[in-house]
């Protein structure tokens, strides 16, 4: 342990580099599976790549401060781009890599990108089209040469091409790399995370070196991350926490990050490297869970019969023997026998066998889903924490786990409430500034040091922070009871034959929502009971799957009767949505959240019925197919009342 | 993008090729050529002769009549055999894959003309079997990784879908390394994303390996797109030869297969 904590002492990530590769020049730092194996770069080999590329950006004409755009699924050589622009004093800023070429306009332009290093040719050719109305665009990188043998566009080098150039440079300017390695102060800008945009344009969120090298250490420290930990790195680089895990946290505990084969791969992937430490947001759980569900579903009645007892057991004294609180003997003998026969079995076909500690965030977590998890055995823990804060603000300690809650104030963070509910942050993990925008800048940070994170919470009596909803989307119906969409919304996700909800009712009588169904489950269910169905559209409209749905409704509504002030937030009307929710028809952004004004703008025809007292409702809508055509789909929806129950006060817990 | 693609010589050329079933005349006083690295379509309304004809290209079928001429050497007919290690590799219009075999077994059949290994090598896995294997498995990976193959790797063929089940039997002629890859129908039944990505990899084979491909094809946009020159049959005669714009405009094969359009 000592060992490890030695190496984590730096001040700037080009530093941690260095020393890692000083202290345990063979230890693997990166993998990535080509061509059916896993290779591996030491962290010798790793800092070597790093020096040879800064010095090709050098030889370019990178310069200190200079921004540099890192695009494309999770590769080595991308993260090493990160540590390449760091070590000239320049900032990294990773992109959405399936975002298309008139997204990423907005942020090359504001970010004034002169350099980008990208993966492939899909990459280079957004780039190139860009480059049309931003001819500040000078040079473009590419790691895969595929497909682009024939392309001659100024600028346009290959990474290898890049490589070859740095080692003549440093060859040329002995000492160059040192010295701009030396240079770099700890409160430098390091990164700029663009903010997924729920609302208005994104803005470039500033981190220093300082505050994501704090945000790692604390984590680090508060679960045992050690050097032989191992993660898989799969979710976008351009998020806070792939960030946050698989750069800054991989540097200052110097464990190993493996990237996955290609996107498809992922699951097979997991299962091969076993990861000892995984994040994941709640949707990758709930699919996972999902299809275990299914095949539990299709298999033989003797396995199934033993998977559903056996759950049972797990879900009586799974999480608390995993929390080291008393269980009874016979309990314990029952979960070891399920040990062998399910859940070890389970988790090792899932690639989490090995998982010590397994975090999500960005969403709320179904009770089920969370409890499935800890069950059998997975140390599933939430965190709190936002673009601004390097993902850090709460974490769950073990053995104080609460689904409803994301644990408390993380080392080094201090917390608050405003007087409206909205939690505030302060520590070395708060954000510098947004990018060009002092005027957002000023707005989010106070006086004090805080910066307001937006969320509206509440502490629970352990000191456990809850999140609510969006401090401004927390609303007031007509009546003056206050209305919170995102916690219903939530409420109705957590029923797996409900994929999205939208929840309207601020300034309305009553709150109403727009459902979208679970394709998958919604299907499967459908097939067991011999519905036939074409597609989303037939399903979704369907006599049957509305009565489905409205079961789900009515038990949201029969909770909600039971917590006090929001048993007002009853839904009195639901709709089952004709089309699934898309980033690509801007209605959710690229990490998922529901644009609900958009939505709401978007299907003005929809909401009109919902409150215009119809049964049935016609809607036209524009949708952008995958290859960029757009086309419309015309449908009937028909909209269903729910059952609403009288408020009760909720039993003495 | 491609057009600095260098397309040759003539490297394989037919001459009055007429070919018979009993009374049924499939193919009549065929004539025409391919030339290296180009992509070549031959089309035609259904029973046109087009299967045909490349069945006499790879040897299956015999002509009564005419010639082949196959880098510079005339004969009769082709023999399957030869056509193989002459690398010549196709694929079927009813794919004919290994169902049970994995992906990754498919395309390494695709290596058989590859090994030299003897039977009791490989069996016992010394001398050149062993290193034949490696050499064999990382050139199929390299296929699998261009034809993003990954995530079916070590999926049963026959649990695959249609789309998928086409591009492991391209990775399978691949496998081959051919200098000319005949496609028989490599869209056919698709939806508009599959024939996409199929024309992609069709056109990135021909970019990157330089391979010479023929390819029959009905849907008529996708012919139109990434053919150099485009053969039309129709009764199993030809009715036109030329660049696609030429054959776009050739009164007969307006007439023939695009009606109206």
């Known amino acids: ?653 | 993008m491609s057009d600095d693609r260098k397309i040759g010589d003539v490297i394989l050329k037919v001459d009055n090729i007429s070919l018979r079933f009993g009374g049924v005349k499939a193919l009549t006083d065929i004539s025409f050529d391919v030339r290296e690295h180009e992509i070549r379509a031959i089309i035609g309304p259904n029973g046109a002769g087009k299967s045909s004809m490349l069945n006499v290209l790879n040897g299956v079928y015999t002509p009564q009549e005419g010639t082949i001429t196959f880098h510079g050497e005339v004969r009769k007919d082709m023999d399957t055999h030869q056509a193989a290690e002459n690398g010549i590799a196709r694929t079927f219009q009813n794919i004919a894959l290994f169902t049970g075999m994995t992906v990754l077994d498919n395309i390494m059949t695709g290596r058989n003309l590859k090994i030299k290994s003897s039977f009791i090598e490989q069996a016992f896995w010394f001398g050149r079997a062993r290193r034949e294997e490696i050499e064999n498995r990382k050139k199929v990976e390299e296929i699998i990784d261009f034809l993003q193959l990954q995530s079916v790797r070590k999926t049963p063929v026959a649990r695959l879908p249609y789309g998928i089940k086409k591009r492991v039997e391209l990775a399978r002629a691949l496998a081959a390394e051919p200098t000319m890859l005949l496609l028989d129908e490599p869209m056919a039944g698709m939806n508009v994303e599959e024939k996409q990505d199929m024309c992609r990899f069709v056109l990135d084979t021909n970019d990157q390996f330089g391979t010479t491909i023929v390819l029959i094809e009905h849907d008529m946009g996708v012919v139109m797109d990434i053919s150099d020159r485009v053969v039309v049959l129709d009764y199993g005669k030809k009715i036109g030869d030329g660049t696609p714009d030429e054959v776009r405009n050739n009164p007969d094969v307006i007439k023939a297969y695009l009606g109206a359009h």
């Open chain 1, 1 to 653: 342990m000592s060992v490890t904590r030695a190496a984590a002492t730096a001040d700037t990530f080009p530093r941690l580099l260095s020393q890692h590769a000083a202290q345990r020049p063979d230890a693997p730092a990166l993998r990535e599976k080509y061509l059916g194996i896993w290779q591996t770069w030491s962290w010798r080999d790793t800092a070597a790549e790093v020096r040879a590329m800064a010095m090709g950006l050098a030889a370019l004409g990178f310069k200190r401060g200079d921004n540099l755009a890192i695009i494309g699924d999770n590769r080595p050589q991308l993260y090493m781009a990160f540590a390449a622009a760091q070590s000239l004093g320049g900032i990294a800023v990773p992109m959405y890599q399936d975002a298309v070429a008139a997204e990423m306009t907005f942020v090359l332009e504001n970010a004034a990108i002169r350099f980008a290093i990208v993966e492939d040719q899909e990459q280079v050719d957004k780039l190139l089209e860009a480059r049309d109305t931003l001819p500040q665009i000078e040079h473009i990188i590419f790691a895969d040469p595929r497909g682009l043998r024939n392309y001659n566009a100024p600028g346009l080098m290959s990474l290898e091409a890049l490589r070859t150039k740095g080692d003549e440079f440093d060859a040329a300017h002995p000492g160059f790399f040192d010295a701009e390695v030396a240079r770099g102060q700890a409160t430098d800008v390091s990164v700029m995370l663009y903010t997924s945009g729920t609302t208005g344009k994104p803005k470039g969120v500033c981190q220093t070196h300082q505050a994501f090298i704090t945000a790692a250490q604390g984590g680090v420290q508060f679960d045992h991350l050690v050097a032989t930990d191992n993660v898989l790195s799969y979710l976008p680089m351009a998020w806070v926490g792939d960030h946050l895990f698989s750069y800054a946290q991989f540097l200052v505990a110097g464990f190993t990050v493996n990237c996955p084969e290609s996107a498809e791969t992922v699951m097979t992937d997991l299962r091969e490297i076993g990861p000892t430490y995984y994040f994941a947001p709640p949707r990758v759980f709930e699919s996972v869970l999902t299809n275990v569900t299914i095949r539990m579903e299709d298999a033989s009645r003797i396995k199934r019969w033993l998977y559903d007892s056996l759950m049972a057991v797990a879900k009586r004294c799974g999480a608390d023997i995993m929390d080291g609180k008393p269980v009874s003997t016979k309990d314990k003998l029952l979960y070891a026998l399920g040990n062998v026969l399910v859940y070890g079995p389970l988790k090792n076909t899932l690639g989490m066998s090995r998982i010590r500690v397994a975090y999500t965030a960005g969403a709320a977590i179904g009770p089920d889903l969370f409890r499935f998890y800890r069950s059998i055995g997975i140390n599933l823990k939430q965190l709190y924490g936002s673009t601004e804060t390097c993902a850090y603000v709460c974490l769950q300690p073990d053995g104080q786990i609460k689904f409803d809650s994301v644990g408390t104030a993380a080392p080094g963070v201090e917390v608050k409430l405003a007087d409206n509910g909205e939690v505030m942050v302060r520590g070395a993990m708060v954000l510098k500034e947004y990018y060009k925008r002092p005027d957002a800048t000023a707005e989010s940070i106070d006086a004090n040091g805080y910066f307001h994170t937006g969320d509206a919470g509440v502490f629970d009596s352990d000191g456990h922070l809850r999140i609510i909803d969006r401090a401004k989307d927390v609303g007031h119906l007509s009546t003056g009871a206050m209305f919170a969409p995102n916690y219903i919304e939530n409420k109705l996700k957590f029923f797996s034959h409900i994929k999205e909800a939208v929840c309207f009712g601020h300034d309305k009588d009553n709150v109403t929502a727009f459902i979208n169904i679970d394709l998958t489950a919604v299907g499967n269910w459908a097939e067991r009971r011999n519905i036939v169905y074409s597609g989303y559209i037939d399903l979704a409209g369907k006599d049957e799957v509305y009565a489905l749905i409205k079961e789900c409704v009515e038990a949201v509504n029969a909770e909600l009767a039971t917590e006090g002030e929001l048993s007002h937030s009853q839904i009195a009307r639901f709709l089952i949505l004709h089309k699934e929710l898309d980033p690509d028809d801007d209605e959710m952004t690229r990490t998922r959240k529901v644009r609900r004004g958009f939505v709401a703008e978007k299907y003005a025809a929809l909401l009109d019925g919902l409150y215009g007292g119809k049964t049935v409702q016609h809607i036209d809508t524009k949708v952008k197919f995958e290859d960029g055509r757009s086309g419309s789909i015309a449908a009937d929806i028909k909209i269903n009342d729910a059952k609403r129950f009288p408020a009760v006060t909720k039993a003495a817990a």
